[in-house]
């Protein structure tokens, strides 16, 4: 799987089904959840066992660019769905955000995608997103990254395995954390500064 520089890619156990009636013979429709609010995943364990989770915190996606992303197999290749034809629709609900998507039935590739994810072969969702620079912060007592706005949401994606697994996304999410310290220890210099500075008069 392809990784695009500056995007985290994050994944959810089950969630997608394709639906048995279908109400239009020239559709198929398929459903799932991508994203799941509150959710505690583990993104890496280091060398000594201790591991590193995130959450994505309700209200992560409000203000979100959601204006036009896709559906595809992987993060790669095929476009199946996207909003900007409105064969794409996600649904933000107070605990998870839902997906809906209209595959042709005249298209094979739609055929046969509906038809892995009706047999089980592809079960899990993923979605790949652009944090807000200031939109996450780092809990150290809990050990985890917490996901407060999303910037940009560019695909939900139909996957084999959770992506979080992938050592590129580990060293990613390892950036994030380190960058978030680096910040949150510069804030605290200045603000030293500024007391120390007032103390001079």
């Not at 959810?12 to 994203?35: M, R, W």
């Not at 996304?169 to 605290?188: G, H, M, N, P």
């Amino acid at each position: 799987m392809p990784i695009v520089e500056g995007r985290q890619y994050r994944s959810v156990l089950g969630g997608l089904s394709a639906e048995a009636q279908q109400q239009d013979s020239s559709q198929l429709v398929i459903t799932g959840t991508p994203i799941v609010f509150g959710s505690r995943a583990p993104l890496w364990e280091d060398a000594d066992g201790k591991k590193t989770y995130e959450v994505i915190e309700r209200g992560a996606l409000d203000g979100a660019d959601m204006s036009d992303f896709i559906l595809n197999v992987e993060h790669q290749g095929r476009v199946y769905a996207r909003t900007r034809n409105k064969s794409l629709s996600l649904t933000v609900t107070p605990v998870d955000a839902q997906m809906r998507a209209l595959l042709d039935s005249n298209d094979e590739g739609h055929r046969q995608l509906y038809n892995d994810i009706k047999a089980g072969r592809l079960d899990r969702m993923s979605f790949s997103f652009r944090v807000d620079p200031d939109g996450y912060i780092f809990d150290e007592a809990a050990s985890t990254l917490r996901v407060l706005r999303v910037k940009k949401l560019y695909d939900v994606s139909a996957v084999a395995f959770p992506v979080y697994d992938d050592t590129s996304i580990t060293a990613r999410s390892a950036f994030l954390v380190e960058d978030y310290r680096k910040r949150t220890l510069e804030q605290r210099k200045r603000r030293a500064r500024a007391l120390a500075y007032t103390y001079t008069f």
